[in-house]
């Protein structure tokens, strides 16, 4: 079993629309928890991290966490063909200081 | 300014070889990490220091050896390449250790390695 784990995709959305990205993980003990963006052929970038149970807004995204279920999710508001990207999910487990990332979700948002 | 820098960008190996990729941050930050890319788009870390010192090491062959000059320089060092060596790597860099809670990593552009 894999620490962290995303639906590889792709996703497709209309431009406009709401994308809803998903994440499990395996370690209970985790204690952030990260989403980044990828565009093809480039780095990861941060979008926005949550380490409390509950919803984390920022601009049109929001972050969604539920350690009792193990469940982190991202929310694109307004979705835009320039959100089309892979969303890496990541994890630390501060004391062992170990941090995971999934494989990414690919997003298609077609205008 | 370039926040997270490696070098080279491409490189291009003859299974066998011995190669080296560099990584440079300017941001002051106290740790720097070397993830690998796949295929498959799996990013995995692979090394984390935290002011020249490791404090991740993660199972990877041997072959690999990540060097640290100083805070601000990670570099990598891969003996006797694979072809399953073939991969995108990364280097990032934070400004505490991987375990800190909401620790932002900034990620170099990357070096893809493809061995022939």
């Known amino acids: 079993q894999k620490e962290v784990e995303q639906n590889s995709g792709p996703l497709s959305v209309p431009e406009g629309a709401i994308a809803s990205l998903n994440c499990t993980y395996s370690d209970r003990g985790s204690q952030s928890f990260f989403w980044y963006r990828q565009y093809s052929g480039k780095s990861p970038e941060l979008i926005m991290f949550i380490y409390s149970n509950g919803d984390k807004e920022d601009g049109r995204f929001t972050a969604q966490l539920n350690k009792a279920s193990q469940y982190v999710s991202l929310l694109i508001r307004d979705s835009q063909p320039s959100d089309s990207a892979t969303y890496l999910c990541?994890?630390?487990?501060?004391?062992?200081?170990?941090?995971?990332f999934g494989s990414g979700t690919k997003l298609n948002v077609k205008p | 300014d370039t926040a997270v820098s490696q070098t080279p960008k491409y490189l291009v190996t003859q299974m066998g070889n011995d190669k080296s990729i560099k990584c440079e941050q300017n941001l002051g930050h106290d740790t720097m990490y070397w993830y690998k890319q796949d295929s498959k788009k799996f990013l995995k870390i692979m090394f984390s220091?935290?002011?020249?010192?490791?404090?991740i090491n993660e199972t990877v062959p041997n072959r690999f050896s990540p060097k640290s000059p100083d805070k601000a320089h990670l570099n990598l060092h891969i003996n006797s390449l694979e072809l399953g060596d073939s991969a995108v790597y990364f280097c990032a860099s934070s400004q505490g250790g991987a375990g800190v809670s909401t620790d932002t990593q900034y990620f170099g552009p990357g070096t893809r390695l493809t061995v022939l």
């Open positions: 990541a994890v630390t487990v501060y004391n062992f200081n170990k941090f995971y």
């Open positions: 220091y935290n002011n020249k010192e490791l404090i």
